[in-house]
């Protein structure tokens, strides 16, 4: 169970104001999630808990393919980003790299920033502990179950390659 | 039920007669493309694997366009990562600076794409390669490192957006106000995971330098990848230069379609996507009180041949602005290489531009033209987001090559029209 309290964005919160492409000349993800957001909210990394959550509108990591952008956002302690919609590379890249994520327009509509929130991944189950109101996310696929219960793709990879 | 390019495309490389949209399947791939950002943290994980190398030396393609020739210590450390793990691995398609290029243009020009194949890269402007009728997109750094492990990944087979353009283009829109024009149309997420398939006589008409301008902006509307039919203008293109045998799929008359949207291209003037997203998109003469501080021609979308020939002809005999900066970067070594003999390189530096070796640079605002706060640019890239060329409170509004050599002369947005 994930606990945490909101961080909320609008629409289209993009990969240059995740993780501006200044930084990318490194991989660290502690340095990644220094600048975590600093483009767009100059005090998230100051303000994060660990386990606190994302809550953003539509498209959420639109833009470029850098896996940067998961990489900062799980490194500066977010557990969890519950959007209306992902744009698909971030999609991946968070399944890829253990990011848990969930579409659940109802449950964004339904949080404030600051609320507090509760999710059971497995069960896509969303609570507001703030407001008391549940949520019911869209289950993931089976393939896509399986890649998160393996822990993500290169172990997934691993099994397949019998390493 | 008829089944679409994107459909055919997947369905081959599966082992499948046919497949549907949303069906999950696991696709072999014939290119698997990494740069200097994505490559280092694709290396990591594909090490993590444990195989003992990749699935084809030939198959694998890694690029170092983004930082280079290396900006800092930091960045030539991950060169560094991507030149030993090539030189490790026998990579083939390593391109060391000097004979590099701009990915996305760099690899259709060396023939390492072509029609009916699948690709991806680890990088998200790697739908540009459908303007020759393949399937290739976008993905993250694990996927590629996965991919150069097992030389196949899985995709979800997504829908496709049927786009027909038609009419005569008028003159100064290009391939780039197409694409503009249609992401202002739809928006920013209006083919989120669907396949964008660009059809109707303008395509037909247009060279393949629109065709690749196109394509490589699907992503900018959230799409999975762009996609053209091959014709005998991508056969032209591609004779003489690719390296694999290739295979042509074209779409089903009664190809099943979300949605299928009809432009007349006749009515358009060139677009400019004001920030910092880019379906805010709107005609040039609408644009022309907009000050600018720097102009920058060049990259994935760009930055081809064809693109620095139009800036030529609008420059020709002009000066840049006073208050101007002009940086010119063709997109590979050859383009650059055709640019001096052509004479376009001279007419860029009599006019007071900055020409650079290729480089992705101002494009994400790593250097070579990086904004400061309150700068304001016109750029023939693909995106405009805050911060995306330097400064968080800097300005950057995507245009048509024409646009931003016109603009640079002015000193404010404008068109070729307005140059005595
Ligand atoms: S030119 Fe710009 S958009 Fe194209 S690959 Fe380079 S950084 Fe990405």
Known sequence: MLKGTVHKYGDNVDTDVIIPARYLNTTDPKELASHCMEDIDPDFVKNVKPGDIIVAEDNFGCGSSREHAPISILASGISCIIAN???RIFFRNALNTGLPILECPEAVAGISNGDTVEVDIAEGKITNVTTGKTYQAKPFPPFMRELIEVGGLVNYAKAKLGY | MGQTITQKILAAHCGKETVEAGELISAKLDLALGNDITAPIAIREFEKIGAPTVFDKERVALVPDHSTPNKDIKSAELVKIMREFSRKHDIKYFFEIGKMG?????????????????????????????????????????????AMALGETWFKVPETIKFVYYGKMPKWVSGKDLILYTIGKIGVDGALYCSMEFTGEAIREMGMAGRFTMCNMAIEAGGKNGIIEPDEITMAYIKGRLKRDYKIYKSDADAVYKDIIEIDVSKLEPIVSFPHLPENARPISESTHIKIDQ???????????????????VLKGHKVHPDVRLIVIPATQEIFLQSIKEGLTEIFVEAGAAVSTPTCGPCL???????????????????????RMGSSKSEVYLANPAIAAASAVLGRLGSPEELS
């Not at chain 2, 009916?116 to 976008?138: P, Q, W």
């Not at chain 2, 102009?295 to 002809?313: H, K, Y």
């Not at chain 2, 250097?367 to 805050?386: D, K, Y």
Request: net charge negative; proline share 2%.
């Open chain 2, 295 to 313: 102009s920058v021609i060049g990259s994935c979308t760009n930055g081809r041949i064809e693109d620095l020939r139009v800036a030529a002809e």
């Open chain 2, 102 to 146: 701009v990915e996305h243009t760099l690899l259709p020009d060396e023939g390492l794409v072509g029609p009916g194949d699948v690709i991806i890269g680890a990088d998200s402007h790697t739908c540009t390669y459908g303007a020759l009728g393949a399937f290739s997109t976008g993905v993250g750094s694990t996927d590629l490192g996965c």
């Open chain 2, 365 to 387: 605002g790593g250097h070579m033209g990086v904004l400061a706060a309150g700068e304001r640019a016109v750029a023939t890239t693909n995106r405009n987001f805050v911060g």
């Open chain 1, 85 to 87: 919609t992902f744009a």
